[in-house]
């Protein structure tokens, strides 16, 4: 009998983590070359990529936003879009916790999924009783 494969959802501070090399950025890596062996399947919120690309259009520029989100797509993951059901989830979710919008979608992702939340953002631990969470190094 084979066992399902662990679920993951990289936060924008993941992504972020990895494409900046910080630290845990390593970790990162390591959930991504195991969902390449098919030994875990690792979600990203539509979300992430919009942060993504806004904020390093504002701390880069626009051809590195691009090329992140190239890099993204390329890697062993699944985009997860907006659904009528995530949304309503995502809305319990804002409605509750003190989050971002963002945070919320990505948050909601992790729990539809039953996947742990790889993220670098302390706002995400209220919802350790909801949530798997698996926090990278945050930052000093």
Not at 26 to 36: G, I, N, P
Not at 70 to 88: K, M, N, Q, W, Y
């Amino acid at each position: 009998m084979t066992s399902t494969p662990e679920r993951y959802v990289l936060d924008t501070s993941a992504w972020l983590t990895f494409i900046e090399d910080e630290e845990g950025a390593d970790e990162v890596e390591l959930l991504l070359e195991k969902a390449r062996a098919g030994e875990c399947i690792i979600f990203t919120s539509f979300m992430s990529f919009m942060e993504v690309y806004y904020i390093t259009c504002q701390e880069r520029d626009v051809d590195e936003a691009h090329m992140r989100l190239d890099l993204i797509s390329a890697l062993p993951v699944i985009r997860a879009e907006s659904t009528a059901s995530l949304g309503v989830l995502a809305a319990e979710i804002k409605a509750r916790y003190r989050l971002s919008v963002a945070d919320a979608w990505i948050a909601a992702l992790a729990k539809e999924q039953g996947a742990y939340l790889v993220h670098k953002d302390p706002e995400f631990e209220p919802l350790a009783a909801c949530i798997q969470l698996h926090p990278l190094p945050y930052k000093p």
